[in-house]
């Protein structure tokens, strides 16, 4: 086998150092613990209680599966710690006009026939009036959804049972602290303080030592920016300029407040449209997340305040917090020898729940293109890395604006707004393609799905006027046939489903969610 | 549901194998929607020493078409092909396998190449292509037949080597089955619209055949889309050297080896593709440096064979700047013209047909249809262009024509993509890509590039467990490859079988 392979030994541990605690800070600071040698990769993180996060609930996308998967996490533990429920997709009310409400699920409509996808038989059936069901009917996860059910996905990748997957909501605080303590219990290392100064290198700029109210200085080869809004290190000391993407999505403010749980424990988010933004809904096993994302041009913050609270399902459990935000992204993401990651980066309002998800592809192409023990931060890892970051960033952005643009809600000035404003090009084309012929985006990289945009598009009440021609295959008596016996298979399987929040009590439930359990009842 | 017209009538123009892949394509997905097609045949340029190489996708596609191997194979004496073997006349450079399957199996979840290139740099002395399943049972002069097992290995695929003139007549006989209007012409000319779309063609002055919607197979002719409507092309040739290719036939194998190998010669390149009636030869060069005669002698040297119906074609790589323009679309030759390295020409038609059946116009009006097939066409042109530019630019062979190649421009893709390889042994995913990572790795990695640096999750692995699946995958390649027919074996019985 020729001779024996040896470790590289020899050079210091290379030390990253994390700015910032919340969920980017852990994830990025698990993800490397998790990857990465310890002799050969050190990591320190600073993060400040004085410092909050949001903490009001958060809700994720499957991906965040894979992340838990690759630490290794009990996912029943950390459903318990994190108060974790399940996630099937989420319900947008009243965004294309009041009234209406379709769900966005992890999981597919119908399954392709004759080499052609589904949408294509299902518009087809649709233009010759024959029929009556509405494309949500043909989703799995839809129809579980909306019957309150829950199961693991089958793996049997021929049964109806496995198209689909599912996410969590929990509390990010928790979520955050329960990584925490997974890391640390792993060698990372934790500093309470706050950055108070930050020295260059005279030549390069590139970072090389921060200092804390305290005193202390804590020298890094990398830096990893997970310090939020405030961009402490990309924004503020590398300078990186931010692109400004408030013409698309024109909210920027949010008002997040739990209340108390009443009733069954939905499956999914629900995202409602108000006059001036929407309310997100995010259920929890102790209580449930709620917020106002607005745009403070079309409302200010105490109507918005009045508004929500208004909504509530029960008592809300204290006054509602004001964030504010700016949506975009920095030009780079990663620039010299410091990487954003999380909100220091970019941000998109959470309105298909992609703020971790981003985190989370950022982290694993972090760790593939992380320097070397004994090297410097290389440009052309740093040209990768924000060449898949931005892609990223695009990709959600012209998700995001699909859902405001394309509106009903005639009057509202908002809503109004959005309809008419132009487009990205890359997003205007797709709704060309979907109108014309119900062609969707088919991406290899980044989000969304084919199925995703199929649901929001058809949501937002687009109707295209043509179909792919290979779908005339069929006779339409044999594609009747072929609809109905699906929605049987759907609707069979999910009777058989269990109820969501029985399934929570019997796999991970949290003792303090138990006990309020009993007291709702 | 729509005021427009339905779109029913399409024209293909067209020679050859261009023309009649395009014809089962269309026919056999859109016969049901009613479109309604003729096909008008303008005399062939094929010459009994043409070989159509194939990469592995078209199995899939003849699939479609309802195209049996076994048939096929019969009818174009074609033979298989698992990759490509390079190999140098330079003794600096070693030969290389670039494979149609993967290269190593993931190692504890971490891909192979970094896992490879770290065992080399740690003194590890076995080429990565000895890793590769595929390349090592072509290299045995075997079939590689999956199964549940070598599938849980990796990816295995194969291309063909086909007849060209054999294959354009098998096509041309199933589609005379499919009940398609199929015209000989001699001479074409165009009937424009006021709008500047075409209206109708007349074959040999005298018939009008009219459509709404026309194909342009004439290859590089481009007799609709160039000639008619003068959508220009956009010239590749910063990035290619190679303006003129020998085609020949030289005499076929005893033994017909299922691969074709490329052999750098001081002026070109010469690459022999054997099947079961002949080999096909094509030497390619540049003008500037050979002249024909030289690239003739060269060709002989390389092939170690006296070639035969030798011709001499010029080379223009090129990509169509619209490649759909008003109502006519350009598929083949005729949308790009792509360098001769890697045999990707029936590739690319295919991703046209592919594409146009996807696009297919639901009425009259497709504007919108039009540009996105304008749109991802010229990317997986480009995709395509950039792993042909990767054999040049890296290539470290001796003589002028290779040294004039490295002093190319590089598309700027290519650039990112070989930095990110050399910084990191990472293949930067892009969409619209032909070619996989494994390609890609294969091609770097024979082409003689080092890595600086792998992604430091691998340094997890102990070397033990490097050693370990080295071992066992070594063991498993080579216990695969004896259970394997060897492709002669394999040829036999498949034309004996299906003949009877």
Redesign the interface.
């Known amino acids: 086998?020729?001779?024996?392979?040896?470790?590289?030994h020899g050079s210091a541990p290379f030390r990253v150092v994390i700015v910032g605690g919340g969920t980017a800070g852990w994830m990025s600071a698990a993800g490397i613990r998790r990857?990465?040698?310890t002799e050969?990769?050190a990591v320190t993180l600073i993060e400040s209680d004085e410092i909050g996060t949001v903490g009001v609930g958060e809700a994720t996308l499957p991906h965040i599966k894979l992340f838990n998967d690759m630490l290794g996490v009990d996912e029943a533990q950390f459903m318990r710690e994190t108060r974790a429920t399940f996630k099937l997709g989420i319900q947008f009310c009243n965004w294309n006009q009041p009234g209406d409400s379709y769900i966005h699920p992890f999981g597919a409509f119908g399954e392709p026939w004759g080499?052609v996808e589904f949408q294509h038989h299902f518009f087809r059936a649709v233009?010759a009036g024959r029929q009556s069901f509405s494309l949500q009917d043909y989703s799995y996860s839809v129809v579980a959804a909306r019957s309150n059910a829950f199961e693991f996905p089958n793996e049997d990748r021929k049964s109806i049972r496995s198209t689909y997957s599912y996410a969590y909501h929990f509390d990010a605080g928790l979520y955050a602290a329960f990584l925490r303590s997974w890391a640390i219990e792993r060698g990372v290392h934790r500093i309470e303080g706050q950055v108070c100064d930050v020295s260059r290198h005279p030549t390069t700029g590139d970072l090389t030592e921060l200092t804390l109210k305290s005193g202390e200085r804590i020298a890094g080869d990398l830096f990893i920016d997970c310090s939020g809004f405030r961009s402490l290190l990309l924004g503020k000391i590398m300078g990186v300029a931010w692109q400004d993407w408030t013409h698309w999505l024109p909210c920027d403010r949010a008002l997040a407040v739990p209340c108390k749980r009443i009733g069954a424990l939905t499956p999914y988010t629900r995202a409602t449209a108000r006059r001036a933004g929407w309310t997100w809904r995010i259920p929890l096993q102790h209580r449930t997340g709620n917020g106002y994302v607005f745009s403070s041009q079309f409302i200010n913050d105490g109507e918005a305040r009045d508004a929500l609270l208004a909504v509530l399902d029960g008592a809300a459990q204290g006054e509602p917090r004001l964030l504010r935000f700016s949506p975009g992204r920095r030009d780079r993401a990663w620039q010299g020898n410091c990487v954003a990651i999380g909100l220091a980066s970019g941000f998109l309002e959470p309105l298909e729940s992609t703020a971790i998800y981003l985190i989370q592809a950022a982290v694993i192409d972090l760790?593939?293109?992380?320097p070397?023990?004994g090297?410097s931060a290389?440009p052309?890892?740093a040209?990768?890395f924000n060449?898949?970051n931005d892609m990223q960033y695009e990709r959600v952005r012209d998700f995001l604006v699909l859902h405001y643009t394309s509106n009903s809600r005639i009057g509202e000035p908002l809503w109004d707004y959005v309809r008419s404003m132009p487009l990205p090009d890359s997003l205007e084309?797709k709704l060309?393609?979907f109108?014309?012929?119900a062609?969707l985006p088919n991406?290899?990289?980044g989000l969304f799905a084919r199925d995703s945009w199929l649901s929001v598009l058809v949501g937002q009440g687009i109707v295209p006027?043509?179909?792919?021609?290979?779908a005339?295959?069929f006779t339409l008596s044999t594609l009747e046939e072929k609809l109905i016996e699906f929605r049987n298979r759907i609707q069979t399987n999910v009777d058989a489903m269990s109820a969501h929040g029985a399934f929570i009590a019997d796999y991970a439930q949290a003792a303090e969610a138990a006990a309020s359990e009993e007291a709702v009842a | 549901m729509t005021a427009h017209q339905p779109l029913s009538r399409v024209v293909v123009l067209g020679r050859d194998a261009d023309l009649w892949l395009c014809v089962n394509a269309v026919s056999r997905a859109l016969n049901s929607a009613g479109v309604q097609l003729v096909a008008i045949e303008l005399p062939t340029r094929l010459k009994p020493s043409h070989v159509s190489a194939t990469l592995p996708p078209l199995e899939a596609f003849h699939a479609k078409l309802d195209i049996k191997e076994s048939s096929l194979i019969r009818a174009t004496g074609g033979s298989f092909s698992f990759g490509h073997n390079f190999v140098a006349i330079s003794a600096r450079t070693p030969n290389f396998f670039h494979a149609w399957g993967a290269y190593g199996a993931p190692i504890d979840g971490s891909a192979f190449f970094p896992c490879w290139l770290k065992a080399t740099r740690h003194g590890l002395n076995i080429a990565f292509q000895n890793f590769c399943l595929t390349a090592v049972a072509a290299q045995n002069g075997r079939m590689l037949l999956p199964d549940d097992a070598t599938s849980a290995f990796g990816r295995t695929d194969y291309g063909y080597h086909m007849q060209t003139m054999a294959y354009a007549g098998y096509l041309k006989s199933i589609a005379a089955t499919l009940g398609v209007n199929m015209i000989e012409a001699q001479h074409v000319s165009v009937e424009r619209e006021d709008n500047g779309s075409i209206a109708a063609l007349i074959v040999d002055g005298s018939l009008r055949v009219e459509g709404q919607l026309f194909v342009d197979a004439t290859g590089e002719d481009a007799v609709l889309i160039g000639q008619s409507l003068a959508v220009p092309c956009e010239s590749w040739r910063q990035y290619f050297s190679v303006d003129r290719v020998l085609i020949a036939r030289a005499p076929v194998f005893t033994s017909i080896p299922p691969f074709a190998e490329i052999r750098a010669a001081p002026n070109g390149w010469n690459a022999l593709h054997p099947n079961q009636v002949a080999t096909g030869v094509v030497h390619a060069y540049s003008s500037g440096i050979s002249s024909d005669a030289a690239a003739l002698e060269s060709a002989t040297a390389a092939s170690g064979a006296k070639l035969a119906d030798v011709s001499y074609h010029s080379v223009n790589p090129s990509i169509r700047s619209r490649v759909w323009e008003g109502n006519c679309v350009a598929v083949g030759g005729s949308a790009c013209v792509l360098d001769p390295i890697h045999d990707v020409d029936l590739h690319a038609l295919q991703l046209g047909l592919v594409h146009l059946l996807s696009l297919f116009p639901v009425t009259e009006q497709f504007t919108v249809e039009r540009a996105e097939y304008n749109r991802i066409m010229r990317s997986y042109y480009e995709r395509i262009r950039d792993f042909q530019c990767a054999f040049y630019a890296l290539s470290s062979f001796d003589g002028e024509f290779w040294q004039q190649s490295r002093d190319r421009t590089v598309p700027q893709p290519l650039s990112h993509k070989i930095a990110t390889f050399r910084a990191r042994a990472d293949i930067a995913p892009m969409e619209d890509e032909t070619f996989s990572p494994d390609s890609w790795q294969a091609l770097f990695t024979g082409l003689g590039v080092v890595p600086e640096s792998w992604p430091p999750n691998i340094d997890r692995i102990s070397p033990n467990r490097f050693n370990e699946e080295f071992r066992r995958a070594l063991e498993f390649i080579k216990g695969k490859v004896l259970e394997q027919p060897t492709h002669d074996g394999y040829l036999d019985s498949l034309c004996r079988s299906s003949a009877g």
Not at chain 1, 465 to 470: E, N, Q
């Open positions: 086998m020729g001779e024996a392979i040896r470790d590289d990857q990465l040698r050969d990769y080499g233009q760790l593939r293109l992380m070397r023990p090297s290389d052309r890892l040209a990768e060449r898949l084309h060309q393609l109108r014309s012929r062609a991406h290899q990289y006027t043509g179909y792919d021609r290979l005339d295959a």
